[in-house]
């Protein structure tokens, strides 16, 4: 909290978004709360370095993934008999991913752990990026959006219940699919 005055609070913003993208479990909200809510002005320019941020951190998740499979997980998978499992779910994750993605991106829900799986299952990477700019996006500037207009009377609901909001309209939205689809 007390780098939010700091000069330099973008930067450490920038880091803290991108490492959590990968491995660090305290999210940029943290930060990027008391920063807008300090100068509301900057909300956009706040939200952006988020995003941007968290998306190169994303791909740091993502190489991870990718280049720590085979050599740390394949082994394992081998020595207990699954390769064939894995084949099967890479496929199943893929087959969703976008949805894996954009759920992970703007939910509660760690967005490290999908970063790390989708290069694992080998997610199309020009998927993966699209779909956490805009998993990212949302969460960011809808933040930054609710504490540019309504200022520090928000900030509760939004340390309480925007993770419950944010899951709630992906159900709902995975729902309307399914339900167009079954028609």
Not at 157 to 176: C, H, N
Request: proline share 6%.
């Amino acid at each position: 909290m007390g780098w939010a005055d700091h000069p330099r609070a973008l930067w450490v913003l920038a880091c803290v978004a991108f490492i959590e993208s990968s491995m660090f479990p305290i999210p940029p909200d943290v930060l990027m709360i008391p920063m807008i809510l300090a100068a509301p002005h900057r909300a956009w320019l706040i939200a952006g370095v988020a995003l941007c941020a968290s998306v190169l951190g994303g791909l740091l998740g993502y190489a991870i993934g990718a280049l720590a499979f085979e050599t740390l997980g394949q082994p394992i998978l081998a020595a207990l008999g699954k390769t064939d499992s894995m084949a099967e779910f890479s496929t199943r994750f893929n087959d969703v991913g976008f949805w894996a993605v954009l759920t992970a991106g703007i939910t509660p829900f760690p967005y490290k752990v999908i970063t790390i799986m989708s290069g694992w299952t080998g997610m199309p990477l020009a998927t993966f990026i699209v779909t956490s700019i805009i998993a990212r996006g949302l969460r960011f500037f809808i933040v930054a959006a609710l504490l540019w207009k309504f200022g520090a009377p928000i900030r509760d609901f939004i340390e309480r219940r925007l993770g419950l909001m944010f899951t709630l309209f992906v159900a709902i939205l995975i729902a309307g699919f399914f339900a167009v689809g079954m028609m």
